[in-house]
């Protein structure tokens, strides 16, 4: 199916910040051509803006035991391949999961892809930060004893993330169509339909999709840290993040009924008291910023010095902070190394569920 069917009807969500990429010029390799795609962009026809995303690598699990090696360590369901229409092959399905510490922490974060059956085994891709490629590799082998798995890295697909150039190419009420075309898997971000899609393929092309051009990085991180997704291990500190106070739950990130997992014993037990007092705040900083920005782990302060939590980690003015609930709606702020003040803004996603605002 031509790209440009594919990218009809996505729904990134409404109501939330307008988007603002900047765009550079896009070659013409294209993977298809633009008929039938829907809307108009006032700035050189981009409809859609492509980030690579060069710090995401991809492991692949394959084998007739990867399916319950894989719940037995990861705190979600697993997303299996939809049904095959025809001729076409089955629907690619993403997931999202992090690996636990036995304590319960957070070792890594994880987007989980289900790909179609090989010699009627299951095989999925797990999409994971580049810096912990190789720990995360030596992690599933700790485990895989006697297991009939196979672990290894696929480089051959890269990764993107793309997100309309504009709100109103966000607007249509039409589902996202999720497909595999060849050696390419197009798929919703399962975290929140505000962080549109993700492709994987190996195309090395900068116009992946019709009418789409190459994004600034930076734009992709600001957009999710003000979306209050965390992404990597500087979001997500291994051994550190806890998964509820990381908004694990809200990005559909874990299973309360699946079977068991390592970690799931604290997990559980903060889930069904109810109780989760610090949470991941997207937060924007005014005032002169540090030339190297803000210190992970700096100190958010109250107005009568009182601590409110810790600044996690951001791009430029805006960012993460793990803050306690019932201090984000006074004024914050940060004291940077050059003993200046740093005016600290906490926003609630309009995404989130209601309980939370």
């Keep these: 199916m031509a790209a440009a069917a594919l990218l009809r009807g996505a729904v990134p969500g409404r109501g939330g910040p307008a988007w603002c990429w900047r765009l550079r010029a896009a070659p013409k390799r294209r993977l298809a051509q633009s008929a039938g795609c829907q809307g108009d962009d006032p700035v050189g026809g ?12 991809l492991l692949r699990v394959r084998g007739p035991d990867s399916a319950p090696f894989l719940l037995g360590l990861l705190t979600n369901e697993l997303p299996f391949p939809g049904p095959a229409a025809g001729e076409a092959p089955p629907l690619v399905r993403a997931g999202y999961a992090h690996f636990l510490t036995a304590q319960g922490r957070t070792l890594y974060d994880v987007l989980l892809y289900g790909l179609p059956e090989l010699d009627e085994a299951p095989a999925f891709l797990l999409e994971c930060d580049s810096a912990v490629l190789g720990a995360l590799q030596g992690h599933l082998a700790l485990y895989k004893i ?13 990764v993107w993330a793309i997100l309309p150039s504009s709100p109103e190419e966000a607007g249509g009420a039409v589902p996202l169509w999720e497909q595999t075309n060849g050696a390419t898997i197009l798929t919703r971000d399962p975290r929140t339909a505000r962080m549109g899609w993700r492709l994987l393929t190996q195309d090395e092309g900068l116009a992946l999709v019709p009418r789409g051009q ?73 005032g002169p910023l540090p030339a190297s920005g803000i210190t992970p782990g700096t100190t ?36 940077t190394s050059e003993s200046s003040q740093v005016a600290v803004t906490v926003s609630v996603p309009d995404w989130w569920p209601m309980a939370t605002k």
Excluded at 46 to 57: S, Y
Excluded at 148 to 156: D, G, L, N, R, T
């Design 214 to 286: 190459l994004g600034d990085l930076r734009d992709y991180h600001r957009h999710r840290y003000r979306q209050g997704v965390p992404e990597g291990i500087r979001d997500l500190p291994p051994g550190v993040a806890l998964p509820l106070e990381s908004n694990l739950a809200f990005m559909n990130g874990v299973s309360f009924t699946k079977g068991c997992y390592i970690g799931q014993e604290l997990t559980a037990r903060t889930h069904h008291m109810g109780v989760i007092r610090k949470r991941l705040f997207p937060v924007q900083l005014s």
């Design 146 to 158: 006697r297991r009939k798995v196979k672990v290894e890295p696929h480089p051959e697909l890269r």
């Design 300 to 335: 958010v302060l109250m107005e009568s010095g009182q601590v409110a939590g810790k600044y996690r980690a951001g791009q430029g003015d805006v960012g993460l902070a793990l803050l306690r609930s019932e201090k984000i709606r006074g004024p914050l702020h940060i004291r």
């Design 46 to 57: 981009a409809a859609w803006a492509c980030f690579p995303l060069a710090e995401r690598a």
